[in-house]
T-cell receptor, first 115, second 112 residues
Framework: DTGVSQDPRHKITKRGQNVTFRCDPI?????LYWYRQTLGQGPEFLTY????????KSRLLSDRFSAERPKGSFSTLEIQRTEQGDSAMYLC?????????????FGQGTRLTVV | AQSVTQLDSHVSVSEGTPVLLRCNYS??????LFWYVQHPNKGLQLLLK??????LVKGINGFEAEFKKSETSFHLTKPSAHMSDAAEYFC??????????FGKGTMLLVSP
């Protein structure tokens, strides 16, 4: 399978714990995006990388959220001190960017439940 | 700034009848527009995209959409609905090759 891969698919955690999600993009894609989707809503942009550079992070929901893409390949999204309001589907997508080829491919997501 | 408004949260059709899912957009730049579909427990799948070429765009599974700049619309249509089309559909805008902005989604229900 050469699509976008996310791990784990499901995560249940207790309030206050830290969680980390992983995303493996399509191998030749230089852009990687993180989105959050809550029930009944469209995906909400969080952050994105071009290669290893994080080009936009102002939309991360709070300073408890952080993302890395250390070698320009896979990425991790960490949520510290989780709250019940963090329960959602976290989606990763990747795309190839030069201009004119903007088409994002999404993974199946990681569903987080905070209890 | 960019935004998308999907005008219907739910659309119900009978199998074999036409489908119309409405989308209006706002963008400070010349936009690229997309429709994605999300089936239950499946990832988002790209249906079609508009990137400043032909204004009538054909996608997968018989869907098409028309970009109308004067109306700032990008409505999704299909001549004849199939049961397998039942899913949630998202209209998406991007401008300046930055991030994707999603609408809230339209749930398409198809009855036999």
């Amino acid at each position: 399978d050469t699509g976008v891969s996310q791990d784990p698919r499901h995560k249940i955690t207790k309030r206050g714990q830290n969680v980390t999600f992983r995303c493996d993009p399509i191998s030749e894609h230089n852009r990687l995006y993180w989105y959050r989707q809550t029930l009944g809503q469209g995906p909400e942009f969080l952050t994105y990388f071009q290669n290893e550079a994080q080009l936009e992070k102002s939309r991360l929901l709070s300073d408890r959220f952080s993302a890395e893409r250390p070698k320009g390949s896979f990425s991790t999204l960490e949520i510290q001190r989780t709250e019940q309001g963090d329960s959602a589907m976290y989606l990763c997508a990747s795309s190839s960017h030069p201009r004119g080829t903007f088409e994002a491919f999404f993974g199946q997501g990681t569903r987080l439940t905070v209890v | 700034a960019q935004s998308v408004t999907q005008l219907d949260s739910h659309v119900s059709v009978s199998e074999g009848t036409p489908v119309l899912l409405r989308c209006n957009y706002s963008s400070s730049y010349s936009p690229s527009l997309f429709w994605y579909v999300q089936h239950p427990n499946k990832g988002l799948q790209l249906l079609l995209k508009y990137t400043s070429a032909a204004t009538l765009v054909k996608g997968i599974n018989g869907f098409e959409a028309e970009f109308k700049k004067s109306e700032t619309s990008f409505h999704l249509t299909k001549p004849s609905a199939h049961m397998s089309d039942a899913a949630e559909y998202f209209c998406v805008v991007t401008a300046g090759y930055s991030t994707l902005t999603f609408g809230k989604g339209t749930m398409l229900l198809v009855s036999p």
